[in-house]
């Protein structure tokens, strides 16, 4: 198994300046990503940041969907139709001498693994809320995965421009639904159509969508200037509320840090207002990346030698090569272009001739990369999700999910000599995280579990793209399904015989369960009490 991985490039540079250039760089890294039901704002706010960071010079470039698009191969037609992002992309920009690391999420309400494992990826995370709809169903789910983790939320209320709720009303509303304490950092200044900025309350100043970026700095709430500079009809109402924000708590970063507390800011992500103030924010207050647990040891972002997991696979863009982009989040160390890593799980060596880092526009090659960065690393199917790179140590990342698919499908095709096409295709899937593929025991065709029924589209689309197969999803029957989890070899055996109809493996061959209704489930577990029927399952 283990293989000596030879000495790559920067094997000469001093440990010591390695690991003094790693924390540096390390430090100003901010890897975040956004989380929003669909129609929050989104992608309005995404297309403006990005151009805050000087990597597009036109708004609306995120969602081009011009030449460069057509040259994707067909299953990207499903995000051109229906007009939402269906893969995860990365976005890299720099600002004041941070470096941001944007991962984007699919906003779709048919979300898929993928949300889930980006969210395993990130320091941080930014929540948006429709000013008029406050929490809504996907955001409270997102939410839980990020809450698993204790990742930092910022909060942005969006769409400050039009009629929305009570500002009080929203801030209770998180604070109650999803159990997380709520510190404003800034204040609305009017609402809806009389919304003009806000009022910064950590650092007393006036920001005016009027003004453009420059804040006016004030002594505090009593500042004459105030008077001045907002019309009167506001002014009252603005003390007011700020001062009852102000009384009612504080921000306290230690909480935010510990995913107890959300600062939460306003704007208006459309009319450009309010997203300065939030970079600023996570610059300063969002996590630099941390320490990562490993199944032996913990692992500190500054230790010279490098290390990472993958947490996403992409088939290429051109349909012609069956080349595959694992997206690789760097942990520890420095990432130099020609390295050779270790895949942990078999021992191999895997080149790193031109690492990709994902720019809004363009993908570039990267020189040298840092924790808290992501690259993309072409490989042909050898890279997994969950695989953790190092440059020799035998440490595997915990922590990136596979969650029990909400659909199961059995897969059927007309044509039977294409089967043998289908199983390979479905293979190659699989390992590129798109669907989960189960054999069923007793030897009946093969079932597909997603967590979106987008997932299925994309599959079909795939399948008939890349692999000229033709297939069909009918229903199993079943509604759920379960990973088995046991030391028990006997009550495993035990269940295996009685249940000989409802049991699969999964890829890597690990037991599973399906079950009709919730009730049989609740069953099962009262009639195996040895068993475990697990909804989440750790790669590798
Ligand atoms: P999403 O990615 O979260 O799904 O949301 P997206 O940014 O696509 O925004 C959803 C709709 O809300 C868009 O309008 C967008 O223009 C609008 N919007 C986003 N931010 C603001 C804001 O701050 N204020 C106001 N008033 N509207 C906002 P649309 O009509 O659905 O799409 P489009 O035709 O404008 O692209």
């Keep these: 198994m283990d293989q000596p991985i030879p000495p790559g490039p920067g094997h000469n540079t001093p440990p010591d300046a390695v690991a003094a250039q790693v924390a540096r760089e390390a430090a100003r890294r901010r890897t975040f990503a956004i989380i929003a039901h669909p129609d929050a704002g989104k992608t309005t706010l995404t297309e403006k940041l990005l151009l805050r960071g000087g990597a597009i010079q036109l708004a609306g470039a995120v969602r081009a969907k011009g030449d460069r698009r057509r040259t994707r191969s067909d299953w990207m037609k499903i995000e051109q139709d229906r007009g939402i992002s269906v893969a995860t992309s990365v976005m890299t920009f720099e600002r004041d001498n941070v470096v941001f690391n944007l991962l984007d999420t699919p906003g779709h309400e048919d979300f898929s693994e993928d949300t889930y494992r980006t969210l395993t990826a990130v320091d ?240 570039q090659v990267a020189e040298e990369a840092f924790p808290g960065d992501v690259v993309g690393i072409a490989n042909h199917g050898v890279l997994r999700i969950g695989d953790t790179l190092t440059e020799g140590e035998d440490i595997n990342f915990r922590g990136v999910p596979s969650f029990a698919p909400e659909i199961l499908r059995r897969v059927i095709i007309d044509d039977a000599m294409a089967a043998k096409k289908l199983n390979k295709a479905l293979e190659q899937l699989t390992e590129e995280g798109v669907v989960q593929l189960f054999r069923p025991l007793d030897g009946a065709g093969v079932v597909v579990g997603v967590v979106g029924a987008l997932q299925l589209d994309v599959l079909g689309a795939r399948l008939a793209a890349e692999y000229s197969v033709k297939a069909r999803f009918e229903s199993t029957g079943f509604d759920l399904m379960r990973w088995v989890v046991t030391e028990d070899r006997i009550a495993e055996e035990k269940f295996r015989r009685t249940n000989s109809h409802d049991i699969a493996e999964d890829h890597d061959r690990n037991l599973v369960a399906f079950f009709t209704s919730d009730w049989r489930r609740k069953r099962a577990e009262e009639e195996h009490p040895a068993l475990r029927f697990v909804e989440l399952r750790e790669q590798h």
């Design 124 to 363: 941080a995370a930014v929540m948006v809320l429709d000013a008029a709809k406050g929490i809504e169903a996907q955001t409270r789910k997102l939410f839980e995965v990020c809450r698993m983790r204790d990742i930092p939320i910022v909060t942005f209320i969006n769409k400050m421009d039009r009629d929305g709720r009570d500002v009080f009303e929203l801030l209770e509303e998180i604070e109650k639904t999803l159990a997380l304490d709520v510190a404003p950092v800034a204040w609305p200044v009017g609402l809806g159509r009389e919304f003009i900025g806000t009022y910064d309350l950590l650092r007393p100043s006036l920001h005016l969508m009027a003004d453009g970026s420059q804040p006016l700095a004030l002594s505090g709430l009593d500042d004459p200037r105030l008077d001045a500079a907002v019309p009167k009809n506001l002014v009252e109402g603005l003390r007011e509320g700020a001062e009852l924000a102000t009384a009612l708590s504080t921000f306290d970063e230690k909480a935010f840090l510990q995913g107890t507390m959300t600062p939460v800011y306003f704007g208006s992500a459309l009319r450009d207002f309010g997203v300065g103030h939030l970079l600023d924010g996570l610059a300063r207050y969002a996590p630099p990346p941390g320490s990562r647990a490993a199944d032996l040891r913990v692992v500190e972002p500054e230790e010279p030698a490098l290390t990472g997991f993958v947490f996403k696979i992409q088939a290429n863009m051109d349909p012609n090569h069956r080349d595959r982009v694992a997206f690789l989040r760097i942990c520890s160390g420095r990432l130099l272009k020609g390295m050779r890593l270790k895949q942990v799980r078999t021992g191999k060596a895997v080149p790193v001739n031109a690492p990709l880092f994902f720019f809004a526009r363009d993908r």
